[in-house]
Nanobody, 121 residues
Framework: QVQVVESGGGLVQSGGSLRLSCAASGSIRSIYTMAWHRQAPGKQRELVASISRDGRTHYVDSGAGRFTISRDDAKNTVYLQMNSLKPEDTAVYYC???????????????WGQGTQVTVSS
């Protein structure tokens, strides 16, 4: 069994910071790309940032310059440091991990349950 669990969400004032964490655990053979997505009320889920196995990062325009994604492979964990938060960053943030479990030789996408981030004006 593989689990992906996010933490670190909460309520913050505009201009504040939050650090999200996401840990993958269980019978994992290999982890590849790790990413953060978010879904605001009434909107589709969208990519925020991703980081490849070799550390290459990608950010969408909305978070570029304010968000930093990083990973700790020893802990199977990905982080999202969010600075200068805006009310429009309010959303449920989901972690997505591409990994191969020991029960398979094929990678698949695993999702966490989401963590709420609310930015007040």
């Amino acid at each position: 069994q593989v689990q992906v669990v996010e933490s670190g969400g909460g309520l913050v004032q505009s201009g504040g910071s939050l650090r999200l964490s996401c840990a993958a655990s269980g019978s994992i053979r290999s982890i590849y790309t790790m990413a953060w997505h978010r879904q605001a009320p009434g909107k589709q889920r969208e990519l925020v940032a991703s980081i490849s196995r070799d550390g290459r990062t990608h950010y969408v325009d909305s978070g570029a310059g304010r968000f930093t994604i990083s990973r700790d492979d020893a802990k199977n964990t990905v982080y999202l440091q969010m600075n200068s938060l805006k009310p429009e960053d309010t959303a449920v943030y989901y972690c997505n991990v591409d990994l191969t479990p020991f029960s398979s030789w094929h990678p698949a996408a695993y999702w966490g349950q989401g963590t709420q981030v609310t930015v007040s004006s």
